[in-house]
């Protein structure tokens, strides 16, 4: 079974900053992309930034500039480096794995159990 928990979130003023973090744990053979989508009242959930495990990243344009992602592929961990936080930017932040659990097992996406982030104007 393969788990993604992330941590981070929290209530922060417009201008300020936040890190949020998720770690992979189970049986995990190999990671393809770990990343962070968001989901907002009312919307549909929406890429934030995805990082593959040859170094490409992939950034929503309303966060390019303001966030950075980074992987730790040793420890299985991605971290998301918010900055100069918008009312916007406020949702539900849920961590994402594009994974295989063997050798032969095809990549599946597993999802964390999501972490609020709520900027305040």
């Known amino acids: 079974q393969v788990q993604l928990v992330e941590s981070g979130g929290d209530l922060v003023q417009a201008g300020g900053s936040l890190r949020l973090s998720c770690a992979a744990s189970?049986?995990?053979?190999?990671?393809?992309?770990m990343g962070w989508y968001r989901q907002a009242p009312g919307k549909q959930r929406e890429l934030v930034a995805v990082?593959?495990?040859?170094?490409?990243?992939n950034y929503a344009d309303s966060v390019k500039g303001r966030f950075i992602i980074s992987r730790d592929n040793a420890k299985n961990t991605v971290t998301l480096q918010m900055n100069s936080l918008k009312p916007e930017d406020t949702a539900v932040y849920y961590c994402?794995?594009?994974?295989?659990?063997?050798?032969?097992?095809?990549?599946?996406?597993?999802w964390g159990q999501g972490t609020q982030v709520t900027v305040s104007s």
């Open positions: 994402y794995g594009s994974l295989r659990i063997g050798p032969s097992s095809r990549l599946n996406n597993y």
């Open positions: 189970g049986i995990i053979f190999s990671i393809n992309a």
């Open positions: 990082l593959t495990s040859s170094g490409s990243t």
